[in-house]
Structures are given as C-alpha cells and as structure tokens.
C-alpha cells in the first residue's frame, strides 16, 4: 500500500467516550489551561500596554504546560479508560 492510498484512508473518529476524555483527562485540563494563560498574556498586554509577567517567562510556562499534557496523554488514566495497563485483569 503505497503513502498516498494510506493518507485518502485516513480518516477521524471520535472516540466512543469522548465525554469521558474531556471531563477527566488530564491532557485536556492542561491544554485548557495553556490556552487560558496564552489569552491572559494577550489579553495583559492588550488592555494595559504593559506586561504584568514577562513575555518568556509565559511562554516557558505555556511550554511546559504543553509538555506536561502530551505527557499526560501518555499516561493510562484510569478514570477515563478503565483498566487498561497490560497485566491488569
């Protein structure tokens, strides 16, 4: 099967516990939370001209963030998928 029969196949389903994922999962509460400090510092410097919190040190935190939740993406949450740990019965 060559590349480009692969990429028409291709296509994206949501996940049957969909709800589940965007109540619980740590993934998501981060993303929201990186997204939610990428609109303060926006927001910061737009209303007040000024920057509370400098430029880069938001971006580290908003980097960090990121990492944290593709980490946590990583990370069986049993919460959110039920047992799903090889080895768990």
Do not use: H, Y
């Not at 990429?7 to 939610?36: C, D, G, M, P, Y």
């Not at 949450?77 to 740990?85: K, L």
């Amino acid at each position: 099967m060559s590349a480009l029969s692969r990429i028409r196949e291709f296509r994206i389903r949501r996940i049957e516990n969909f709800r589940a994922v965007l109540l619980k999962a740590w993934s998501v509460r981060l993303i929201v939370l990186a997204t939610l400090l990428e609109g303060a510092q926006a927001g910061c410097g737009f209303f007040t001209g000024s920057d509370l919190v400098s430029p880069g040190t938001l971006t580290v935190l908003n980097c960090g963030l990121m990492l944290a939740a593709l980490a946590a993406r990583l990370v069986a949450q049993e919460a959110v998928s039920g047992s799903t740990v090889k080895g768990d019965a």
